[in-house]
């Protein structure tokens, strides 16, 4: 499929004149001609140049004045609006485009529709006007061959660059204003933002102080409590069975049995293997369309590779493995082992405490002791206990009166000491 060519639209911005024909280079309303600022875009109605007409098209982009800023064919060696000379140009349509245009050109060509008008321009120096810098050329060109006589600037020509400087300070003024006003509502976003979390972190703040720093308050003892407890074993002879004998263990019985399984090497055999690979499977056919730079935008297929998942076999060799049972002999006993049986417990309040007496039978021994002591404090209307070393547990008499430093609900010292 042969390239198309379609004419593209273009907007003045100076009158406001809505959808022109891409190869009119000068407002058909106003007169004001495309410049750096023009952008092209696709009509929602598709319609091909004819073959002689679209030959003179795409083949390169239009080149902007540096004097008038003016649009002129790839090919004119003089801008068609001022007269200037190309060696003089300052770019491109698509090298003088900013981040903002070059993204609407690119949207207009994928959907077809013009975007809203770019929110700023590239900058320029109001005082590079031709018609207010007395020291620069003023734009009227004539070739070598034409009379030298000076020829009066067509008045058209004054009042286009006029409203052309205006407009182009306008938007300036305007694409700042703008910027500041963004600018202005992300700082706002930003510190209401930061407010919450900062409000969010105090409150946390608070609350994990209020919960963990340490608070002085008296406290008076209420009762004292201590438990002691100690745990009798009992010796019974069980059987077990295992690959050895431990040590005071009487054998009754052993045997070969089963202990594992060794892998060994037994042949090699063909396996056939299911594999996958991407085989091509013709093309996917698209339409794109690419701004040519002048006024025009070139309709060509794309066509992408397409590719299917095929399955196949192959024939590999394999290694077949046989499992060989290993024996050992396992041996069955009887031994004697220690079982916790029973509990000795005494506990009391503020007598001294005391330890509780087993009485073990022949086949009992004595196991582990423990003991604790508690302290309960009553502090205004909440009470309190910590578990304390026997001395100091013994110290102390209910009704006697201690400053308790307390942190997230617990006792953490009494009368300004670490209690372990």
């Given at each position: 499929m042969a390239n198309k060519i379609i004419e593209g639209l273009w907007d003045c911005p100076y009158c406001d004149q809505k959808g022109i024909g891409g190869l009119t280079k000068q407002c058909p309303n106003c007169g004001h001609p495309q410049d750096e600022g023009t952008v092209f875009y696709l009509p929602s109605k598709k319609e091909y140049l004819d073959k002689e007409t679209a030959a003179m098209y795409g083949k390169g982009a239009d080149w902007i004045c540096s004097f008038c800023e003016s649009l002129n064919r790839y090919d004119n060696?003089?801008?068609?609006?001022?007269?200037?000379?190309?060696?003089?140009?300052?770019?491109?349509?698509?090298?003088?485009?900013?981040?903002?245009?070059?993204?609407?050109?690119?949207?207009?060509?994928?959907?077809?529709?013009?975007?809203s008008k770019p929110a700023s321009l590239p900058e320029e120096s109001d005082d590079l006007l031709p018609d207010q810098d007395p020291d620069m050329d003023t734009g009227d060109h004539v070739s070598a061959d034409s009379s030298s006589e000076d020829k009066e600037e067509p008045v058209y020509k004054k009042y286009q660059k006029e409203a052309r400087a205006k407009k182009h300070r306008e938007s300036k003024r305007e694409a700042e204003r703008k910027r500041e006003e963004a600018q202005r509502i992300r700082a706002q976003k930003m510190q209401s933002r930061a407010k919450l979390f900062a409000g969010?972190?105090?409150?946390?703040?608070?609350?994990?102080?209020?919960?963990?720093?340490?608070?002085?308050?008296?406290?008076?003892?209420?009762?004292?409590?201590?438990?002691?407890?100690?745990?009798?074993?009992?010796?019974?002879?069980?059987?077990?069975?295992?690959?050895?004998?431990?040590?005071?263990?009487?054998?009754?019985?052993?045997?070969?049995?089963?202990?594992?399984?060794?892998?060994?090497?037994?042949?090699?055999?063909?396996?056939?293997?299911?594999?996958?690979?991407q085989v091509p499977d013709g093309f996917d056919t698209s339409i794109e369309y690419v701004s040519n730079g002048d006024g025009t935008f070139t309709e060509r297929e794309v066509r992408t590779?397409?590719?299917?998942?095929?399955?196949?076999?192959?024939?590999?060799?394999?290694?077949?493995?046989?499992?060989?049972?290993?024996?050992?002999?396992?041996?069955?006993?009887?031994?004697?082992?220690?079982?916790?049986?029973?509990?000795?417990?005494?506990?009391?309040?503020?007598e001294n405490p005391y330890w509780g007496e087993p009485a073990l039978g022949e086949k009992e021994k004595e196991g582990k002791r423990t003991e604790t002591y508690t302290l309960a404090f009553k502090e205004k209307r909440h009470s309190y206990s910590i578990e304390v070393p026997l001395d100091y547990w013994l110290s102390l008499k209910p009704g006697t009166t201690v400053k308790l430093t307390i942190s997230n609900g617990k006792i953490i010292k009494i009368d300004g000491k670490e209690i372990n």
């Open positions: 060696e003089v801008c068609s609006n001022c007269g200037a000379s190309r060696e003089d140009s300052i770019g491109d349509y698509f090298s003088n485009k900013t981040d903002d245009v070059k993204e609407a050109v690119a949207e207009k060509d994928v959907y077809g529709t013009p975007s969010l972190g105090l409150a946390l703040i608070v609350i994990l102080v209020f919960m963990f720093w340490p608070r002085t308050a008296s406290g008076t003892l209420e009762s004292k409590s201590w438990t002691r407890d100690i745990t009798v074993e009992e010796s019974r002879t069980v059987k077990e069975a295992d690959w050895s004998v431990p040590e005071g263990g009487r054998t009754y019985e052993s045997k070969k049995e089963l202990h594992h399984y060794n892998e060994v090497l037994d042949h090699y055999e063909p396996v056939e293997v299911a594999r996958t690979r590779p397409r590719y299917r998942t095929e399955t196949y076999y192959e024939t590999v060799t394999q290694p077949i493995y046989r499992k060989e049972a290993v024996y050992q002999t396992k041996y069955y006993y009887e031994i004697e082992r220690w079982f916790e049986s029973r509990h000795v417990t005494t506990k009391g309040g503020a």
